[in-house]
């Protein structure tokens, strides 16, 4: 319905005076996306933020009680001669973004919680080691599977992993499974063969050593086109299941042992994977940050061609000295460094770029599990300031490697800072830049992890989003 009053389609303006601005009128459309552009200092912000939304707050205020506005106070009316068709406005301003090198387009626009939660309840989960799919499995289905991976007459134990690599005697925990008429468990002494107890003799447990504890819950001999049998394997299965909640081991007598659980698992790897909660897919906790980068995606590391920039010199002459903290030559890190040298018998007053490559490279990031015999006598050389004599026979890590590490181990700003000029950023190995843990990273929706959905443009993300196909079950999820 069109309303006979200008007021209602426009806002209309005339004789605005706020700070700089000349008298002016304007006219403008309700309904419409209105810019206003010009010179700096040409009133752009007199008129929309001073006049309009200064009037606009103010009648606002104006129409709440006089006991609310007793606690605003009145706004001063803007130096304006008339405005109609106003209504109820905000102001929006530009803010400044923070410049933290965890924030993302989708972090600090909250978008991101909604993917994280998105991904955490319709996502697939897939293995990180073979990419297979990994989803739950009922009782049934394992039963079925145990069934068809065993021969004929195998014999074989079903078995309860209740505890875990975990510390204590587990003497309350044995009593319950006497009387609950569990006869056997088999307990595994951390780095130790594991051993079958009876229940019904004392078990005596080292508090301090950690334990792990399966409950034998039935021994079977593999039968083919048994009913009996079946439902034997079925009921022991339902039983370990329940009794470890949701896990159950089958070992062969004098074999291997297998993992099945109702969780999420893959039967490719025999790996069980718990189930993941949006915090999994956030990579500023540790829940969901990819280890080794710490979720950042990237990875200060000492770059080789920054602290060796003159390979014409000797180790000597190169200032890695004064670049790595590796103190005077004579120091322990420099004897570290001859020790080598002098294992694959390479002169080190040579120029960089006449040493043997092969050699360079150990020195650089290592000799692997090649063991070299480091020996120090104080007594025997006056230069030496590492005051001890010791003598060790280990693999060494390597120059680059040790400046990483007293990088990481100082918590001093200026040294990180004084560091950082010899390093260079690196995508992260692990996550390759993509900043979850594996297991998250591995949690599809149609085809795409939560980190390529990040990457995608405004445009393509809506196109992607919009043309999501979900199963009825999913939809009601998503919604
Ligand atoms: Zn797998
Ligand atoms: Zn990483």
Request: glycine share 6%.
């Amino acid at each position: 319905m069109k309303s006979p009053h200008n007021s209602k389609q426009f806002i209309i303006v005339e004789g605005a005076r706020e700070n700089n601005l000349k008298s002016v009128d304007v006219k403008i459309p309700h309904d419409k996306f209105v810019v206003f552009t010009g010179l700096s200092g040409s009133g752009k912000s007199s008129l929309a933020y001073d006049t309009i939304f200064t009037e606009a707050q103010r009648r606002y205020l104006q129409s709440l009680s006089s006991y609310a506005r007793q606690f605003i106070g009145d706004l001063d009316k803007p130096n304006v001669d008339k405005i109609e068709g106003l209504s109820p406005s905000i102001s929006i301003q530009q803010g400044s973004l923070s410049k933290n090198p965890r924030s993302i387009v989708a972090t600090v626009t909250e978008i991101y919680d909604y993917f994280r939660l998105l991904f955490a309840h319709i996502g697939t989960p897939h293995c990180p080691i073979c990419g297979e799919i990994i989803s739950p499995k009922s009782s049934q289905e394992i039963t079925a599977e145990i069934a068809k991976s065993l021969k004929k007459d195998l014999k074989f134990k079903v078995l309860s992993p209740i505890v875990e690599g975990k510390k204590g005697t587990y003497n309350k925990l044995f009593d319950r499974l006497r009387k609950e008429g569990y006869t056997r468990v088999i307990i595994q002494d951390e780095g130790h063969e594991p051993i079958e107890y009876l229940l019904d003799e004392p078990i005596n447990l080292n508090k301090n050593n950690k334990h792990t504890i399966d409950v034998v819950v039935d021994r079977l001999i593999m039968r083919v086109n048994n009913k009996e049998f079946k439902s034997r394997l079925a009921n022991a299965i339902e039983t370990a299941l329940k009794l470890s909640e949701g896990l159950v081991k089958i070992t062969i007598i004098d074999g291997p042992t297998k993992t099945f659980s109702e969780h999420n698992f893959c039967t490719e790897c025999g790996i069980s994977y718990n189930e993941l909660l949006p915090r999994d897919f956030s990579f500023n906790t540790p829940y969901g940050a990819c280890p080794y980068c710490k979720g950042l995606g990237s990875m200060l590391a000492f770059d080789e061609e920054k602290v060796f920039p003159d390979t014409s010199v000797s180790i000597y002459d190169s200032g890695l000295r004064n670049v790595g903290g590796f103190g005077t030559i004579g120091s322990y890190s420099w004897k570290m460094i001859e020790t080598v040298a002098e294992h694959y018998d390479v002169d080190l007053n040579e120029p960089i770029n006449e040493l043997p490559k092969e050699f360079w490279d150990k020195l650089m990031i290592g000799t692997g599990s090649e063991k070299i015999e480091f020996k120090f006598n104080r007594e025997e050389d006056k230069k030496d300031t590492s005051h001890f004599s010791w003598q060790v026979n280990r693999p060494f890590e390597g120059i680059l490697n040790t400046m990483q590490r007293r990088y990481q181990n100082s918590s001093s700003g200026n040294m990180k800072e004084y560091y950082s000029q010899f390093m260079t950023e690196y995508n992260c190995n692990s996550c390759h830049g993509q900043r979850l843990k594996k297991e998250s990273l591995a949690v599809y929706i149609n085809g795409k992890n939560i980190w390529q959905i990040c990457g995608m443009s405004v445009e393509e993300g809506t196109k992607w989003f919009d043309n999501l196909k979900l199963s009825k079950k999913e939809q009601k999820i998503a919604r």
